[in-house]
């Protein structure tokens, strides 16, 4: 089912999120949601509080760049180790039409549970390594904008302050305190 993308201004962004004790079959229907909603959202990476669930679930899918790298979903996912630095332009789901330069490691390991509650540990580089980054610092409370320059996050004040407003209605209409 495709759920409506929560916009930044939302406390559920901001939250960190709870920890997955086991995949049963609300978290198994949860991650058919967030594939759903990303296909319908055309992005690269979504996390559950994106969807408004404070879960520590994430799926990428960078198979149209990446077609050698199958979608996949990560449950209680940690970078165990991160190597290299490297700056690019990054957007959000969560912040539409407003994008930053971030640093980002260029390597990461990661671990995580697959959808059938399996642990497993993977290696990720460059874009895909970024896009985990992305998406684990969601499961933290952080978004992109937290990590580029004050001055550049200045000049984004005025998007930021109209998204922000979006997200804050979100959380009116979910009752979310």
């Given at each position: 089912?495709?759920?409506?993308?929560?916009?930044?201004?939302?406390?559920?962004?901001?939250?960190?999120?709870?920890?997955?004790?086991?995949?049963?079959?609300?978290?198994?229907?949860?991650?058919?949601?967030?594939?759903?909603?990303?296909?319908?959202?055309?992005?690269?990476?979504?996390?559950?509080?994106?969807?408004?669930?404070?879960?520590?679930?994430?799926i990428?899918?960078?198979?149209?760049?990446?077609?050698?790298?199958p979608?996949?979903?990560?449950?209680?996912p940690?970078?165990?180790?991160?190597?290299?630095?490297?700056?690019?332009?990054?957007?959000?789901?969560?912040?539409?039409?407003?994008?930053?330069?971030?640093?980002?490691?260029?390597?990461?390991?990661?671990s995580?549970l697959?959808?059938?509650?399996?642990?497993?540990?993977f290696?990720?580089?460059?874009?895909?390594?970024?896009?985990l980054?992305?998406?684990?610092d969601?499961l933290?409370?952080?978004?992109?904008?937290?990590?580029?320059?004050?001055?550049?996050?200045?000049?984004m004040?005025?998007?930021?302050?109209?998204?922000k407003?979006?997200?804050?209605?979100?959380?009116?209409?979910?009752?979310?305190?």
């Amino acid at each position: 089912m495709v759920r409506e993308i929560v916009q930044y201004g939302s406390k559920v962004l901001r939250r960190k999120a709870d920890p997955v004790a086991a995949i049963d079959a609300g978290v198994q229907a949860l991650i058919r949601d967030l594939f759903d909603s990303l296909e319908e959202a055309e992005g690269v990476g979504l996390a559950a509080p994106q969807i408004g669930v404070s879960r520590r679930v994430i799926i990428i899918d960078v198979s149209a760049t990446e077609p050698s790298l199958p979608p996949i979903a990560l449950v209680n996912p940690v970078i165990d180790i991160g190597q290299g630095m490297a700056t690019a332009e990054e957007g959000c789901l969560s912040i539409p039409d407003v994008y930053g330069e971030v640093s980002r490691y260029t390597n990461v390991d990661v671990s995580a549970l697959d959808q059938n509650g399996q642990p497993f540990k993977f290696n990720a580089e460059g874009f895909y390594a970024r896009v985990l980054q992305h998406e684990i610092d969601h499961l933290h409370g952080k978004l992109f904008i937290d990590l580029i320059a004050p001055l550049k996050r200045q000049l984004m004040r005025g998007a930021l302050k109209r998204i922000k407003k979006e997200g804050e209605e979100w959380d009116k209409r979910h009752l979310v305190t």
